[in-house]
């Protein structure tokens, strides 16, 4: 299993994971339930309209934090914005009520990924695993 799989899993589990940026020197975090796997790469999406947009595009470096049982993870790296025309069909395909919104309005969804990432899971107490993704 790739790394990118073992991150898209453990959110899988999540189902609701926090994703952690900055508003100029205050942090913010807000919860996100969506992620898509596709080939090594672990996919996130936002509106352009969003203040996490802003963020991300003001400062690039990110953390993504998920809680599964009695285990967490954080994931941080630096966000690379992707324009992908197929992979947003893929995102009509699992969010089709979503991106109706998003097309009823107007609005833009804005995909992207995380470069020189790095994982850990822990326990409460313990590491349980650290990788680079």
């Known amino acids: 299993m790739s790394n990118a799989a073992k991150v898209s899993e453990f ?24 992620s898509m796997l596709e080939g090594d790469k672990l996919y996130f999406g936002c509106g352009t309209f969003k203040n996490v947009f802003s963020q991300i595009s003001a400062n690039p470096q990110v953390e993504v934090l998920a809680v599964a049982g009695s285990e967490f993870m954080r994931y941080d790296g630096t966000v690379k914005i992707v324009k992908d025309d197929a992979l947003l069909a893929k995102v009509r395909e699992v969010m089709p009520q979503i991106m109706d919104m998003y097309d009823k309005n107007g609005w833009e969804m804005a995909l992207f990924y995380l470069e020189n990432g790095h994982a850990e899971i822990r326990g409460m107490l ?8």
């Open 11 to 34: 959110l899988n589990k999540a189902k609701v994971f926090y994703f952690l940026t900055t508003d100029g020197n205050q942090p913010k975090g807000r919860p996100f339930s969506f």
């Open 126 to 133: 313990d590491q349980k695993e650290e990788f680079d993704v």
